[in-house]
Nanobody, 127 residues
Framework: VQLQASGGGLVQAGGSLRLSCAPS????????MGWFRQAPGKEREFVAA????????GYADSVKGRFTISRGNAKNTVFLQMNSLKPEDTAVYYC?????????????????????WGQGTQVTVSS
């Protein structure tokens, strides 16, 4: 599975961006998926995650109430709507997919629980 992340860019503080992540090759599988980010000099950190059909989600405390993760109608595309952006949100954002299709409400927070990663998309928030 190859993941294509897009939607990053430069935005002023308080602005919004919407990131997208889709598997290449047109797979119809619905994996639990997540978003992580990594700022320069820092470790990769969890941002948000979603279960296989979008009925269950989880967020890092730092983004709760500002970011929303969702799945597209085809279920294999995942979005991250980012509102009220802050300079500290500046990072490369990565989408990831858990390697097994697991039904139920489970989503994942730790990087090692994901098997497939996208190439990353840069988000820069200016003050």
């Amino acid at each position: 599975v190859q993941l294509q992340a897009s939607g990053g860019g430069l935005v002023q503080a308080g602005g919004s961006l919407r990131l997208s992540c889709a598997p290449s090759g047109g797979t119809s599988s619905s994996y639990p998926m997540g978003w992580f980010r990594q700022a320069p000099g820092k470790e990769r950190e969890f941002v948000a995650a979603i279960n296989w059909n979008g009925s269950s989600t989880g967020y890092a405390d730092s983004v709760k109430g500002r970011f929303t993760i969702s799945r597209g109608n085809a279920k294999n595309t995942v979005f991250l709507q980012m509102n009220s952006l802050k300079p500290e949100d500046t990072a490369v954002y990565y989408c990831a997919a858990h390697g097994s299709i697991l039904y139920g409400s489970r989503w994942y927070e730790l990087p090692y629980e994901y098997d497939y990663w996208g190439q990353g998309t840069q988000v820069t928030v200016s003050s």
